[in-house]
Every structure is written in structure tokens, then in C-alpha cells.
């Protein structure tokens, strides 16, 4: 099995958002995203910052104070609904 080149790849849309720790999982997920924007990192918080500048100044769906990064961070390899990332 090869090893993936990145430790994370920040992945979003305009409807859902990720990070990801193996490539293989996003490759399999990339056809859920509309206007797929990935990126490979080495550290856990550009990828964060990837995703959260992503959303807010590509597709001004969010301010960033409105988003909460901290889910992106926990629930690695799972792919969230742009909703799911507002902060309530």
C-alpha cells in the first residue's frame, strides 16, 4: 500500500467540507462536492484555515466568525454538509 504524500487534505464545495487524512478517501468522496476545491498539507491548522478561507472568500457562504473549525479538526476522513459547519 503506498503512503500518502500529505498528512491532510482540506477539501470543499459549496455545499459540504472535510479534512482528510489519507487521499484515497477523498478521491472516493470527490464526486459529492459541487465546485470541488482541494489541497494537500503537512499541518492539521492550514488545513483548517484552507477550508474555513474557502468558504468564506470563494463562496462567501460565511462570514468566518460563523464557522466552527473545531468539528473540521475532530472529525477527520468525514465529509460535512456546509450547514453542519455553522456555529449555533
Avoid at 39 to 57: H, P, Q, R, T, W
Wanted: proline share 0%; glycine share 4%.
Amino acid at each position: 500500500m503506498s503512503k500518502s504524500k500529505y498528512a491532510y487534505y482540506a477539501a470543499y464545495g459549496k455545499n459540504r467540507a472535510a479534512i482528510y487524512t489519507n487521499w484515497k478517501k477523498l478521491e472516493s468522496q470527490q464526486r459529492f462536492y459541487k465546485g470541488l476545491k482541494y489541497k494537500g498539507f503537512y499541518l492539521i491548522s492550514e488545513a483548517i484555515d484552507f477550508v474555513a478561507n474557502g468558504i468564506c472568500n470563494d463562496y462567501k457562504i460565511f462570514e468566518q466568525s460563523q464557522i466552527d473549525t473545531s468539528i473540521l479538526e475532530k472529525n477527520r476522513n468525514y465529509t460535512f454538509s456546509i450547514d453542519e459547519l455553522k456555529k449555533m
